[in-house]
């Protein structure tokens, strides 16, 4: 009997994620890149020299680079201590904790936008609290302005720096500063010198999802910023929406990309891609100019930690706490961890009172109790269809990324072959690939074939963003299966079907659940993607709350808000209890 091609049976069940990737990514990014060469069917340049012959270009993306650049810094700077408390903690304490992560994580960024406008408004939270304290006279205008980006660029994207942060701090060894202490080394320089560079893989892939993310961001800085913080994505929008210039959106569009690639090409050069997954350096990258790099940070290090033991040495009290370190008992850690988790939280929280004023305004403090606006959302059938159609659409795509992701995450887990790591690249690429990019390119591909405005382009495209979430959660799931007990199915004689039948699916049922809440809830939140697909008609929830917002301000969307946060919030509950029961007990 001829024996199989050993490279054929486990590359099979990823091939329906292989195959939709490149139909609904790799093609339509493809086609919009061709676009900005082509003019009329012939190869030109005149795109690219139209986007270098002004400096107004230039400019945004300077602007663009610099907005990026402050909120990675400010993400990570704000988030390292939050996902350094998480990971010290027990799985019972560290599930409250992280909780509220994940609900600021998969919040609408929509519904965190407004918060801040209705925060920084003249009549808003922040005036209120800078007149009665007696810190200005009048109300600032605090909105449209680089800050007011920043503030709600950093609230938007920290989630994300400290979840990455967490994924690899889970995975150091506690008992390594510990033994530095017993050596003599002081407690600052035990932190800087040990504990922080293991923890760098986190920092560095940290810094790079948050910073890659915020170049192709366009919902804060559109919301909060004014003329002169206007972003690269929003030329994008500009260019399709009122112009239908698709060569040069794709020549924008080719820009972006250059410097996302050149951001993880640097990346790599210095520390490679595989430590983004907490893998190891390469020891060939400590030479040249990258060892006088990696020298000098060793010297910033040793002068932090010299520093901070003289910070240390200022406080009796806790410099002795600091020779038995337990970050969950450090009372100034856990102060300043409560007070980062309260800005991520408060802005969302504060929409409920809002939405339950009786006047008509959005001044705070609300005067009044009424349901009215909950009435009106409930009488208006925009409202209504955009949620039903959401909700169709969301339980759409959370099927379909199911049904093609998990058979892919088993051969990512079970699979002996090489080219696992580009496999996994690929799987991450709708991720890292700017989400405005993918949405152009789509919207030109279902304008090809007909599909603007349909449920079909909609979950076809929200699909392919929600894929690496379930991926990932299921690859988890995955790592926690014990096989042995498939095979005991099959020595007591079960069929295949039997056994995934009666074994496999009873015992992984809670993680596909998961994996099912987590694309919904994806797709539940997807504006970038709706706003193009779905043609200006047939709008989505938070396509509908999108227009709402740039048109007129209403304490309806105060009302709309507060039902997303507590939709998202028993979503990602649910989901989360799900997960965690489907992993051993500690």
């Avoid at 406008?117 to 304290?133: D, H, K, P, Y």
């Avoid at 320089?189 to 560079?197: E, G, I, M, N, S």
Wanted: with cysteine; aromatic share 10%; net charge positive.
């Amino acid at each position: 009997m001829r024996r199989k091609r050993p490279w054929t049976h486990p590359l099979l069940p990823a091939a329906p994620l292989a195959l939709l990737l490149l139909l609904l990514l790799v093609y339509p990014v493809g086609q919009l890149l061709l676009l900005s060469v082509d003019s009329g069917g012939a190869f030109t340049w005149m795109h690219y020299r139209q986007l270098f012959a002004s400096s107004v270009y230039a400019n945004v993306m300077l602007i663009t680079l610099k907005i990026a650049f402050c909120t990675t810094v400010l993400s990570v700077v704000a988030g390292y201590p939050v996902a350094y408390l998480i990971a010290a903690l027990p799985r019972r304490r560290k599930t409250g904790w992280l909780f509220w992560v994940l609900l600021s994580f998969w919040t609408s960024f929509l519904v965190r936008a407004f918060a801040w406008i209705v925060m920084l408004g003249r009549n808003g939270v922040v005036n209120q609290l800078l007149t009665a304290s007696g810190l200005q006279d009048a109300p600032a205008n605090l909105l449209y302005s680089l800050g007011a980006v920043l503030v709600g660029m950093v609230h938007a994207l920290m989630p994300l720096a400290v979840l990455t942060l967490l994924s690899v701090m889970e995975n150091i060894d506690r008992s390594l500063p510990r033994a530095a202490l017993t050596l003599g080394a002081r407690p600052g320089t035990a932190f800087w010198r040990v504990y922080f560079p293991l923890s760098m893989p986190g920092v560095a892939a940290g810094a790079i999802m948050v910073f890659v993310t915020a170049i192709g961001f366009f919902i804060v800085p559109a919301l909060l910023g004014g003329r002169r913080e206007t972003m690269i994505t929003q030329l994008i929008i500009e260019q399709i929406q009122q112009t239908m210039n698709w060569g040069f959106a794709g020549a924008i569009s080719v820009l972006m990309l250059i410097v996302v690639l050149a951001v993880f090409a640097l990346y790599d050069r210095l520390l490679g891609l595989s430590s983004m997954a907490g893998g190891s350096a390469d020891p060939g990258r400590s030479t040249g100019s990258a060892g006088l790099l990696h020298r000098a940070g060793d010297a910033a290090l040793a002068t932090l930690g010299r520093a901070s033991d003289r910070l240390i040495a200022l406080f009796p009290r806790f410099s002795r706490q600091g020779h038995d370190p337990e970050p969950g008992r450090s009372p100034i850690l856990r102060a300043l961890v409560l007070l980062v988790l309260l800005f991520l939280s408060v802005p969302a929280l504060l929409m409920l009172p809002l939405s339950l004023a009786g006047t008509s305004g959005l001044n705070w403090p609300p005067s009044g109790f009424s349901l009215q606006h909950y009435q009106e959302l409930l009488a208006s059938p925009l409202w209504l269809r955009a949620g039903l159609r959401s909700l169709i659409v969301g339980l759409g795509t959370a099927s379909l990324a199911l049904l093609v992701g998990t058979p892919a995450a088993l051969v990512l887990v079970r699979a002996r072959m090489r080219g696992k790591s580009l496999l996994l690249a690929f799987v991450l690429s709708p991720i890292i690939v700017p989400r405005m990019v993918i949405a152009v390119g789509l919207f030109y591909f279902f304008a090809r074939v007909g599909l603007v405005g349909s449920a079909w382009a909609l979950v076809l495209g929200h699909t392919v963003i929600a894929l690496p979430y379930v991926v990932l959660t299921m690859m988890a799931v995955l790592r926690n299966y014990d096989t042995r007990l498939d095979l005991a199915a099959h020595s007591l004689g079960a069929r295949p079907w039997q056994t995934l039948r009666y074994v496999s699916l009873p015992i992984l049922a809670t993680g596909l659940m998961s994996s099912f809440l987590f694309a919904f809830a994806t797709s539940f939140d997807e504006l970038t993607i709706s706003l193009f697909a779905s043609g200006g008609m047939n709008a989505t929830l938070p396509k509908q709350f999108w227009d709402q917002v740039t048109l007129q301000i209403s304490p309806v969307i105060a009302a709309v808000s507060t039902c997303l946060f507590a939709f998202i919030a028993a979503l990602i509950w649910i989901a989360d209890r799900l997960r965690r029961s489907s992993l051993p007990a500690a």
